[in-house]
């Protein structure tokens, strides 16, 4: 089946630091990409998605594009802040229409010192 | 908008002892409805999906079993827990009509001891 693969964490950066959080996928035919964050003690939330290739997805200052000449689907932000501190997963959809599944990277948990 | 009450948010079972984790969901009708687990150091593992009342897919061989006794109703269960099955639990559901959104619980956190 199709599958995910995250950098491995921990990541530690300073305040204002750059962010990448790398994701590669296997996929037969071309699924939806997903990042999706936990913040400490909180569930899981959708921060952004692409739906086809070269689509990018943003929200709160994180960007991601959908290459499919590469597979990835890399979590990048030009300075992060402490707020940021959080596990991110990266996640693809896959399956038939009505029995979509969402697989999930393994996460990577970042925290950002002031 | 759609919702998922999950409880309890944590539990401490003994070994041996039997499960049972309860999600429902309001705000929608026919969802596809899931159980994810997610290991300490580890990513989250997709352990039951299911599609509609008595449903139930394992996508793992383990010591747990998933039923679907209401359209909105998804509960996981054990009838003896092991070391192993320590863990957080999400219930998460998809709905044909979310454009690819995923609704999550707010998890429950379970200790076998």
């Known amino acids: 089946g199709d599958s995910v693969t995250q950098m491995e964490g921990p990541v530690t950066l300073s305040e204002e630091a750059f962010l990448t959080i790398n994701c590669t996928y296997t996929a037969t035919g071309y699924p939806s990409l997903f990042w999706y964050v936990q913040y400490p003690g909180e569930g899981l939330q959708l921060l952004l998605k692409a739906t086809k290739a070269d689509d990018k997805g943003s929200n709160k200052g994180f960007e991601a594009t959908y290459r499919k000449e590469t597979t990835s689907f890399h979590l990048e932000k030009g300075s992060v802040q402490v707020s940021d501190s959080a596990v991110y997963f990266c996640?693809?959809?896959?399956?038939?229409?009505?029995?979509?599944?969402?697989?999930f990277g393994q996460g990577t948990r970042l925290t950002i010192n002031p | 908008s759609q919702t998922i009450h999950q409880w309890p948010a944590t539990l401490v079972q003994p070994v041996g002892s039997p499960l049972s984790l309860e999600c429902t969901v309001e705000g929608t009708s026919n969802p596809n409805l899931y159980w994810y687990r997610q290991a300490a150091g580890r990513g989250l593992q997709l352990l039951f999906y299911?599609?509609?009342?008595?449903?139930i897919s394992s996508e793992v061989p383990q010591n747990l079993s998933a039923s679907r006794p209401q359209d909105r109703q998804f509960i996981l269960s054990s009838k003896k827990l092991l070391l192993s099955d320590s863990g957080f639990y999400l219930c998460?559901?998809?709905?044909?009509?979310?454009?690819?959104?995923?609704?999550f619980g707010s998890g429950t956190r379970l200790t076998v001891v």
């Open positions: 299911s599609v509609g009342i008595g449903q």
């Open positions: 998460a559901l998809y709905w044909q009509g979310g454009a690819y959104g995923y609704t």
């Open positions: 996640a693809l959809i896959w399956g038939v229409q009505g029995a979509q599944k969402l697989v």
